[in-house]
């Protein structure tokens, strides 16, 4: 998109998982100014030397995200602060899935759901006010491929990516006339902490590096939506229209059936 102004900011939630750090290291340089939030205290230290040594300014902002009370005063208080310019909400929890008969735990779907939708829609409201009196701002919404079909491996995940693809979708067409843009990023399998407790095949898994580079490139060009590997998405989006029969009965033989 041709006349979008330099990006100076970018607020990173997630930054020491494998997609977030590479984004920050993507976006280190001088002159950019890097916001970074994370979990893991000590890969976080050591990402903010490697981005100041780039020539970026690196300020951490520690937060649990999974505790929603007071966020969106906490994230309006950050942009009135720092005038951000570009927000990547990658911040996500996933778990390992019981045996089959079981189900899910109601704890840790609480927490999925927190941290994957519940989270990003609280900063997504804290973010909007500064946004708006600058009169532009991009959001970028990371939900994941499994947001086109639920996996009976991962269920309270799917679904926590699905609202997300859903709520990033809708608030793109609200806020445009706004001079707020929004991207849902749609990555497949990305190797990382979190991608190793997947129980199940991870085809097409890629470095971190290579992630966030297409990521850069397709916020760069102003797209909706950003979805990769191209066949896994074109994949998974055929399970969600044809029969869900015939769809369960392919992800059983390719391995995805709940244990």
């Given amino acids: 998109m041709s006349g979008r102004p330099p990006t100076r900011c970018v607020f990173i939630t997630g930054a020491s998982g494998g ?18 939030h994370g979990r893991d205290g000590a890969r976080l230290g050591n990402l903010r030397r490697q981005c100041e040594a780039l020539g970026a300014q690196v300020e951490l902002w520690a937060r649990d995200l999974a505790d929603l009370d007071g966020l969106p005063e906490a994230v309006a208080a950050l942009a009135g602060q720092n005038q951000i310019d570009l927000a990547i909400l990658n911040a996500g929890v996933t778990h390992r899935t ?11 779907i609480e927490r999925v759901m927190a941290v994957n939708a519940r989270a990003a829609m609280a900063t997504v409201c804290g973010l909007l006010p500064a946004m708006r009196r600058q009169g532009r701002g991009h959001i970028a919404l990371v939900s994941s491929l ?11 995940y799917c679904a926590s990516k699905a609202a997300l693809k859903a709520y990033g979708e809708a608030l793109g067409g609200w806020l445009a006339p706004q001079g707020i843009e929004v991207t849902v990023v749609l990555p497949g399998f990305v190797r990382s902490a979190m991608s190793d407790q997947f129980p199940g095949p991870r085809p097409w898994l890629m470095s971190p590096d290579r992630a966030a580079r297409i990521i850069r490139r397709g916020l760069q060009r102003g797209r909706a939506r950003i979805a990769f590997p191209l066949v896994l998405d074109l994949g998974l989006r055929l399970l969600s229209v044809i029969p869900a029969g015939v769809s369960r009965t392919i992800l059983v033989l390719l391995g995805y059936a709940g244990r």
């Fill in 146 to 156: 499994s947001a086109w079909y639920g996996l009976a491996v991962t269920p309270a």
């Fill in 98 to 108: 019981p045996d089959q008969g079981e189900g899910e735990d109601w704890p840790d």
């Fill in 19 to 36: 997609i977030g750090s590479a984004l920050a290291l993507a976006y280190a340089a001088p002159g950019m100014t890097l916001i970074l």
